[in-house]
T-cell receptor
Framework: QKEVEQDPGPLSVPEGAIVSLNCTYSNSAFQYFMWYRQYSRKGPELLMYTYSSGNKEDGRFTAQVDKSSKYISLFIRDSQPSDSATYLCAMSAYGGSQGNLIFGKGTKLSVKP | DAGVIQSPRHEVTEMGQEVTLRCKPISGHDYLFWYRQTMMRGLELLIYFNNNVPIDDSGMPEDRFSAKMPNASFSTLKIQPSEPRDSAVYFC??????????FGPGTRLTVL
């Protein structure tokens, strides 16, 4: 079993839909959870960062972490065509850059106008 | 700030040739990371440096791969000899102390 599992999609939704992206993981030591967005032929960019369990909201984006289920989610409200990208979850057992980030393979999202 | 700079952006080479990828991190960042991204394996960490010192190279796939960071503003990833299975997008990222890593645009490597 890979440490981080993520459905690769692709996921296609109409503009304005609510999008739910998910990752599961096996390493209970993970404490730091991130979502990166990667546009085609670009490097990933950090979208959301959470520590331990709970929710975090930033505009149209909400990140949820359920450590008991080893499950994290990213919700996008009122999705826009500009949200079309690949979304990668990433996790680390350590704070700061001392630890390695373990990435999911990414879910490709397409938002149709 | 120009962000993380990588060169070349595209590289096409023949099997057996030496390939050198270059990275300039964001000024003031003390961590530098090299990643490889493929469809099959996703984004994988190859090696990372702290203050120019290699900390963890456990992700380097084989002895054919080597990385150096001679100073705070420059790093190289070298593959010698290259093989077709090395074809991938190679990313460099840098950070200052925390987990927010800033990625460069990547180098798309094709080994024929």
């Amino acid at each position: 079993q890979k440490e981080v599992e993520q459905d690769p999609g692709p996921l296609s939704v109409p503009e304005g839909a609510i999008v739910s992206l998910n990752c599961t993981y096996s390493n209970s030591a993970f404490q730091y959870f991130m979502w990166y967005r990667q546009y085609s032929r670009k490097g990933p960019e950090l979208l959301m960062y959470t520590y331990s369990s709970g929710n975090k909201e930033d505009g149209r984006f909400t990140a949820q972490v359920d450590k008991s289920s080893k499950y994290i989610s990213l919700f996008i409200r009122d999705s826009q065509p500009s949200d079309s990208a690949t979304y990668l979850c990433a996790m680390s057992a350590y704070g700061g850059s001392q630890g390695n980030l373990i990435f999911g393979k990414g879910t490709k999202l397409s938002v149709k106008p | 700030d120009a962000g993380v700079i990588q060169s070349p952006r595209h590289e096409v080479t023949e099997m057996g040739q030496e390939v050198t990828l270059r990275c300039k991190p964001i000024s003031g960042h003390d961590y530098l990371f090299w990643y490889r991204q493929t469809m099959m394996r996703g984004l994988e960490l190859l090696i990372y440096f702290n203050n120019n010192v290699p900390i963890d190279d456990s992700g380097m796939p084989e002895d054919r791969f080597s990385a150096k960071m001679p100073n705070a503003s420059f790093s190289t990833l070298k593959i010698q000899p290259s093989e077709p299975r090395d074809s991938a997008v190679y990313f460099c990222a840098s950070s200052f102390r925390k987990n927010e890593q800033f990625f460069g645009p990547g180098t798309r490597l094709t080994v024929l």
